[in-house]
């Protein structure tokens, strides 16, 4: 498991690298249509979400949330001065936020540290801060097989698609990014603070929420499964 406080000075050199990782920030960010929104970035990491949103929307507001200190800080630094983002402390089964709060949450690769067990709550905390309407623009690392360690379909479905990011990294020369995807292979394997999963499984949890008008949208190459699944609070 990653130590996401140490290794957030090095973060944006390497995963800047991946071509999937700006795609698919590029696709988050066009999704969001209404420019003077009100959002939540979910697990911000160093904020590349939401300089990316602020290129294209400037006038959207935006609170930045991440348990990790040292993400925080290369975040607070990033928007020091920028007056309509803000950067707290939280996670994803505690944002510090009110009830009906955003037009929009976003989140890139960050629910999949979210344990099975807490993915109910995750769901009903998203659908909290969120407004009626509002929608929920989550990308993350996902895989086409239900299971968990030990389980034999699963772990190759995990080793195929961490093999197909990592190759994808060789051809647009992400050198490290494609390293960083073979040393988080254990532990996914071994669901040590990370624990991938079918897109359907949080389908499931976010219905039971109250989210409906699902969608996926895979970033290429498919067998990489970076998606984004894109939802409505009803």
């Known amino acids: 498991m990653a130590n996401w406080d140490s290794f ?17 920030i590029d696709t988050i ?23 990316g949103l602020l290129e294209d929307r400037p006038k959207a507001s ?17 928007f020091a001065g920028v ?3 803000s950067v707290a402390a939280g996670d994803a089964l505690s944002v510090p936020a009110r009830e009906n709060e955003f ?11 979210v344990p099975p067990e807490n993915r109910h709550d995750c769901a009903k905390e998203i659908a909290r801060v969120l407004k009626p309407g509002g929608e929920f623009i989550y990308a993350d690392f996902f895989c086409d097989v239900e299971g968990g360690p030990g389980d034999a379909s699963w772990c ?12 994808d990294c060789i051809d647009c020369g992400a050198n490290e990014m494609m390293i960083l995807m073979f040393k988080s292979l254990p532990a996914t394997l071994q669901a040590d ?15 039971r929420a109250g989210f409906q008008d699902f969608k996926v ?11 984004i699944l894109h939802a409505f609070k009803k």
């Open 103 to 113: 037009d929009y949450v976003l989140s890139n690769i960050a629910l999949h540290h």
């Open 29 to 51: 960010v066009d999704l969001v249509v209404d420019g003077k929104s009100r959002v939540l970035d979910l697990g911000c990491g160093t904020g590349n979400v939401t300089a």
């Open 217 to 227: 949208i895979s970033i290429p190459p498919e067998a990489a499964c970076n998606r």
């Open 193 to 207: 603070g990370e624990h991938l999963t079918t897109e359907q499984t949080w389908i499931t949890q976010l219905q």
């Open 156 to 167: 190759k479905n995990i080793i195929e698609s961490h093999t197909a990011y990592a190759m």
């Open 8 to 24: 957030a000075s090095e973060y944006d050199r390497v995963f800047l690298e991946s071509r999937i990782y700006r795609k698919t």
């Open 62 to 78: 935006v609170l930045a949330v991440d348990p990790s200190e040292g993400m925080r800080e290369v975040a607070a630094g990033r």
């Open 83 to 85: 007056e309509n983002v």
